[in-house]
């Protein structure tokens, strides 16, 4: 069981936050050697394949090479009440009915409201 909400932790000192574990240190340290000191042969084994098998090699490669991109997310909590809701959108009014100039000016009045 971990350590509640504003404990002292056991080892207040700990491992600096973003450092690296030695284990992935070393590992990647041995695959580095490797590679360099087979280039040649990693070479001439890359010209030998197939066009696909090239891609998949690289792409593979490229992992240890390049970080991978994250998605994020963006959530905003807004607040709306019903005033601002009709004047956004009028109840009168059938949303299928609407021509492109009268959507246009729905979505004005969304940004209004958001940008408040």
């Known amino acids: 069981m971990g350590l509640h909400k504003g404990a002292k932790p ?10 690296k574990n030695h284990v992935t ?10 590679l360099n000191d087979n280039w040649e042969s990693l070479q001439e084994d890359f010209e030998q394949l197939e066009p696909k098998d090239k891609l998949l090699f690289y792409e593979k490669l490229l992992q240890y090479g390049l970080p991978k991109m994250q998605s994020t997310q963006l959530t905003v909590d807004v607040e709306v009440s019903k005033t601002d809701i009709l004047k ?9 009915a609407l021509d492109d100039a009268k959507l246009d000016n729905v979505i004005d009045n969304i940004r209004l409201i958001t940008d408040e």
């Not at 240190?25 to 490797?34: A, G, P, V």
């Not at 956004?88 to 299928?96: G, L, Q, R, S």
């Open 88 to 96: 956004i959108f009028p109840m009168d009014e059938d949303i299928e």
């Open 25 to 34: 240190q070393d590992l990647r340290k041995r695959i580095n050697d490797f």
């Open 10 to 19: 056991n080892n207040p000192t700990g491992r600096p936050v973003g450092s």
